[in-house]
T-cell receptor
Framework: ETGVTQTPRHLVMGMTNKKSLKCEQH?????MYWYKQSAKKPLELMFV???????ENNSVPSRFSPECPNSSHLFLHLHTLQPEDSALYLC???????????????FGPGTRLTVL | AQKVTQAQTEISVVEKEDVTLDCVYE???????LFWYKQPPSGELVFLIR??????QNEISGRYSWNFQKSTSSFNFTITASQVVDSAVYFC???????????FGKGTKLTVNP
């Protein structure tokens, strides 16, 4: 595998289900991101991790719970979601984060989530 | 505040036509970075180019070219001799130095018809 991979690619869940999205990067990066892409809205940053530590939570509801066990893997745990949470969830990675430097973010193919 | 505006929601062209996608940005920071990404129907955001605020030199990569003008806060993207495979949604994005937040425009959907 190369680049950034995400599984599953498609997910349908009920509002009472619990599911998890998985992201894995094969680029040797240390920073990982979750983004949400809803129809007709700009991409929204949700969470940022740098060297496994969460550095950003962009006011995301607690029904979304991220986990970063190591620099290569990022999970998004989902529970009691709402239909409006249906969207494409994109994972990205970059080299790392430090003040004054900006590294290019590389994206995975996304998980298309539908909440019934 | 940081903002990226892509005024063109959808563009439709015929193959071999040239097409320019507009991007206008707003930032108060003197150090910032601009990006273009392509999102084909498969969903993955594909990185195309990155420019920093201190480098206004235009860039050409094959049929793609980018025109960065700080005077008008624009970073436009031109595809020369468009092809059907260029059909996608194209996003312009901005991040300022030291930030973690990549701010995206709403995207321009390009359809290239045979």
């Amino acid at each position: 595998e190369t680049g950034v991979t995400q599984t599953p690619r498609h997910l349908v869940m009920g509002m009472t289900n619990k599911k998890s999205l998985k992201c894995e990067q094969h680029l040797g990066h240390n920073a990982m991101y979750w983004y949400k892409q809803s129809a007709k809205k700009p991409l929204e940053l949700m969470f940022v991790y740098n060297f496994k530590e969460q550095t950003e939570n962009n006011s995301v509801p607690s029904r979304f719970s991220p986990e970063c066990p190591n620099s290569s893997h990022l999970f998004l745990h989902l529970h009691t979601l709402q239909p409006e949470d249906s969207a494409l969830y994109l994972c990205a990675s970059s080299q790392d984060l430090w003040r004054g430097a900006v590294d290019t973010q590389y994206f995975g193919p996304g998980t298309r989530l539908t909440v019934l | 505040a940081q903002k990226v505006t892509q005024a063109q929601t959808e563009i439709s062209v015929v193959e071999k036509e040239d097409v320019t996608l507009d991007c206008v940005y707003e930032t108060r920071d003197t150090t910032y970075y601009l990006f273009w990404y392509k999102q084909p129907p498969s969903g993955e955001l594909v990185f195309l180019i990155r420019r920093n605020s201190f480098d206004e030199q235009n860039e050409i990569s094959g049929r793609y070219s980018w025109n960065f003008q700080k005077s008008t806060s624009s970073f436009n993207f031109t595809i020369t001799a468009s092809q059907v495979v260029d059909s996608a949604v194209y996003f312009c994005a901005l991040i300022w130095g030291g930030s973690e937040k990549l701010v995206f425009g709403k995207g321009t959907k390009l359809t290239v018809n045979p």
